[in-house]
């Protein structure tokens, strides 16, 4: 409990809850029997054997309360502390009255005065897609969940390399053509795992480029859950993939490309991007206190490189101008 003083006294002082818990448990001890007909625990939870479904969790409305239908209790209520007013405090009397429990435990989330989002590109855009999708945060903007790419990750294999059938570690190589913006691509050599080919030697690559941000985030309510739409058909990106790797066998006779995949990716990014979700101090528009400083700023590549040196400069940035921000609203 939070109390108005600002003090939290549970969960930091777990004693209020354990002095309510000890007068369930005591009548626990009176009233052994069945668990299904067991009544001992029902002044702390009177639904404790039928827990409630997520639907009926998620089903408070914009006022914050949930109806309990002809099964009053007050475990399983929820009166959201943002919209705690008049009709709110009538309705909780008027369960107090109905239920007439002996205990209540009563748990309240103070809303954070800033939130900073770090949950990386696909934590941070699930949870302002859902966040939008459930209506708790219905004022994101329309960008929210978009511009998401995979930085045009691409796996190669190629083999017939001499040496032993397998490569080392670290990565030893990165091949870079930058020379026109509009394909530009690094190979990063990926050690380890053994060669497809018998007896041949094999170098894995890992390729980055240049993508199209067009992949996007939604909210589906049947299931409370978020998905990723990606198409991931630009077929100029294995086009100059090919061309390159082909450079590469043909400078090194006897060795050739065994197979390249796009199904799969280590740098995902975006889906909270800068100028479309975020102001340039992170901030998500509209929001002024919800800060995003993480891979989903950044829309779908990092100029055909590894992002992570991206992303903390950006962060770095984003927190420092945050930082700025804070100082001239205090
Ligand atoms: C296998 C692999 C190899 C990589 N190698 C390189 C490399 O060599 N060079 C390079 O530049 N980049 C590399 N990357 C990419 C780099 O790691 C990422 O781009 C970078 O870490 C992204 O930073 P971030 O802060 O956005 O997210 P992250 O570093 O992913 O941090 C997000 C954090 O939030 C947590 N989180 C997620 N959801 C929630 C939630 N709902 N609640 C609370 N916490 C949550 C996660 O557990 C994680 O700790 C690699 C990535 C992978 C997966």
């Known amino acids: 409990m939070t109390q108005s003083e600002g003090e939290i006294t549970y969960p930091g002082d777990p004693m209020c809850l354990y002095a309510a818990l000890s007068v369930a448990v005591h009548r626990a001890v009176a009233d052994a029997g069945p668990l299904e007909k067991a009544s001992h625990y029902t002044d702390l939870a009177p639904e404790w054997t039928r827990f409630p479904g997520k639907e009926y969790r998620l089903s408070a409305g914009g006022d914050g309360f949930r109806p309990y239908g002809e099964l009053p209790n007050t475990d399983q209520t929820v009166f959201d502390p943002r919209v705690w007013d008049d009709t709110a405090r009538a309705r909780w009397i008027g369960l107090l009255r109905e239920v007439r429990p002996r205990t209540v435990l009563i748990s309240t989330v103070s809303p954070g005065q800033y939130v900073f989002l770090a949950a990386g590109s696909m934590g941070t855009s699930k949870l302002l897609v859902r966040a939008k999708g459930r209506g708790s945060l219905p004022d994101l903007p329309d960008g929210i969940g978009r511009f998401w790419g995979d930085n045009a990750d691409r796996l190669a294999i190629r083999v017939g390399m001499p ?168």
């Open 163 to 330: 040496g032993p059938p397998s490569t080392g570690g670290p990565a030893h190589i990165v091949a870079t053509d930058w020379r026109d913006p509009a394909t530009a691509i690094s190979l990063a050599e990926f050690p380890g795992g053994s060669s497809p080919a018998p007896g041949e030697g094999v170098s894995g690559t890992f390729a980055m480029q240049i993508t199209e941000p067009d992949g996007s985030f939604a909210y589906d309510s049947a299931s409370d859950s978020v998905h990723l739409t990606y198409p991931n058909d630009d077929a100029g990106l294995d086009t100059v993939l090919g061309g390159v790797l082909d450079r590469l066998n043909a400078a090194n006779p006897g060795t050739r490309t065994y197979s390249t995949t796009a199904a799969y990716t280590s740098h995902p990014l975006g889906g909270a991007v800068l100028g479309h979700t975020c102001g340039s101090d992170g901030t998500v528009l509209g929001h002024p206190n919800l800060f995003v400083v993480d891979s989903s700023l950044i829309p779908g590549s990092t100029g055909a490189v590894t992002p992570a040196l991206t992303v903390t400069a950006r962060a770095s940035r984003t927190v420092t101008r945050a930082i700025r921000t804070l100082q001239r609203q205090s």
